[in-house]
């Protein structure tokens, strides 16, 4: 008697989520400002609001590519019911775009207004979905020379583009000497480590050189594997950064290990290195941070059916 075993199953990723052109795609790489807005939904409405969360998502990249790309993610081992949207725009101009839609996008307003929850099950809008008030919190790309950093040789940008801005807009995926077509980013990749780390304020200049340093030898070795970009808070505390760790895969994670035991070279060497200056004390990139201010959160791109909910109808 012969069996056959089925393929594996590949879990969709990100930029499976939306029809627009894949050369059309926003993301972490290559977007000038990361929103990330995260909501709790009650458990009686897990299907209806993923199916919200989707289709405005999706009426947003239809509509306004070029402006915005805009993915929903699952907490992969957090808590459940939570989504995170990532808006994906192309700068701080464009967002002034995105404001309209309140009052001048029809389309936009009927999926807001539009009731989500029948009335045998007490009716009302997408605010009955959620448990609790959306956070939102604005990234921008770290560049060198931004917040106090000690470097002065610029990454490269890209232009906004509209001739209205003098200066240039810096974009993740120029943070490492990768080249673009082979990085990940989070239309991509299988699943995102969402590392934050505050700095204490007088090793400001030397934890984000720290940490470039280490994105950048990450980058090399774990080439096809992971991509790491570092992001700013726009609004938020000026010293807490983010980093961004795309993974091919969840198993990836485990060559992500394997690098962090140190065996490669150049990694070894910025985990040892002596950061700060005798004047200030001496020592590694373990005196930069507030004390277990370092957390990570895994996010996988949110499919269809994920955990028994509804599918797209």
Same mark, same amino acid.
């Given at each position: ?64 590519? /070029? ?5 929903? !993610?699952?907490?992969?081992? /957090? ?13 701080? !101009? ?159 994670? !485990? ?25 200030? /004390? ?32």
């Amino acid at each position: 008697m012969t069996t056959t075993s089925s393929p594996p199953f590949v879990l969709p990723t990100a930029q499976d989520q939306t029809s627009i052109a894949r050369h059309a795609i926003l993301h972490s790489g290559n977007a000038g400002v990361v929103v990330e807005r995260v909501g709790q939904l009650r458990p009686e409405f897990r299907s209806e609001g993923r199916l919200f969360a989707r289709e405005l998502s999706e009426y947003l990249n239809t509509n306004y590519a /070029g402006i915005v790309t805009v993915f929903v !993610y699952e907490e992969t081992f /957090g808590t459940k019911d939570r989504l995170h949207w990532l808006l994906h725009i192309k700068s701080l !101009y464009a967002y002034e775009t995105l404001v309209q839609m309140g009052t001048q996008d029809v389309g936009w307003r009927d999926i807001v207004l539009r009731q989500r929850v029948p009335d045998e099950r007490g009716g009302g809008g997408w605010d009955r979905l959620f448990d609790g008030p959306l956070r939102e919190t604005v990234l921008i790309p770290s560049a060198f020379g931004m917040y106090g950093t000690s470097e002065s040789t610029p990454d490269s940008v890209s232009s906004d583009g509209d001739g209205a801005a003098t200066f240039v807009v810096p974009v993740a995926q120029s943070q490492t000497s990768v080249p673009a077509d082979e990085q990940l980013n989070s239309g991509n990749c299988g699943i995102i480590m969402h590392r934050v780390g505050e700095l204490k304020y007088e090793y400001r200049a030397e934890g984000r050189a720290f940490s470039r340093a280490l994105c950048e030898s990450w980058n090399k070795v774990l080439a096809g594997h992971a991509t790491i970009y570092l992001y700013e808070e726009a609004f938020g505390r000026s010293d807490r950064i983010h980093h961004f760790i795309h993974l091919k895969s969840l198993s990836s994670y !485990y060559t992500l290990m394997g690098v962090r035991a140190m065996s490669d070279p150049e990694t070894r060497e910025v985990f040892t290195r002596q950061w700060i200056a005798e004047e200030k /004390g001496g020592g590694g990139w373990d005196r930069m941070f507030v004390q277990s201010s370092l957390t990570d959160l895994a996010l996988t791109p949110q499919h269809w059916g994920m955990y028994a909910t509804k599918t797209e109808e």
